[in-house]
């Protein structure tokens, strides 16, 4: 394996310190990373502006490579922004098998003045309805299924 296959499996097993099922790769967050000079230079892109998880990822994804044995240094990609467009596929079925509604996509200004329809995790039923505009982190609403009586956070979309 080269050196920068290593440097990107150390840094993409690093899990989301707010919903630890899913890795900063299966997020997008991870864009790139790459050797340069021998350092493990890591592109790693802020999700919602001012998520304090931020810091915490940088740190996590600079433990990792360096447990890896690499210098290591953080690039932050502001542009183009995150939008939970770049969640995987396989991270949007880690989080619904973790009881968390993966955002209604695709993203845009739409989704800032209509509620989207959320299918509940747990029964898959649409009869859903937000509960709070904020649910257990800042990025996240709590809603409650009608099907179910299941309540469950949505993965707000940006
Ligand atoms: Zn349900």
New binding site residues.
């Given amino acids: 394996m080269s050196a920068a296959a290593r440097a990107w499996a150390a840094a993409a097993a690093v899990p989301d310190p707010e919903v630890p099922c899913v890795t900063v790769a299966d997020l997008g967050i991870l864009r790139e990373v790459r050797i340069e000079d021998g350092v493990a230079v890591a592109c790693v892109s802020p999700t919602y502006s001012g998520c304090p998880a931020t810091a915490m990822i940088e740190m996590g994804i600079e433990t990792a490579l360096r447990g890896a044995g690499f210098e290591v240094r953080i690039e932050r990609v502001l542009s183009p922004a995150w939008t939970t467009d770049w969640i995987t596929a396989e991270g949007r079925e880690k989080l619904r098998a973790y009881g968390i509604a993966p955002p209604e996509g695709p993203a845009g200004k739409r989704a800032l003045f209509a509620d989207p329809v959320v299918a509940?995790p747990?029964?898959?039923?649409t009869a859903?309805r937000k509960i709070s505009e904020f649910g257990s982190t800042a990025c996240k609403a709590q809603y409650a299924?009608t099907?179910?009586g299941?309540p469950f956070d949505y993965f707000k979309c940006i």
């Avoid at 747990?122 to 039923?125: D, F, K, V, Y």
Wanted: charged share 20%.
């Fill in positions: 509940c747990r029964c898959g039923a859903t299924c099907a179910c299941e």
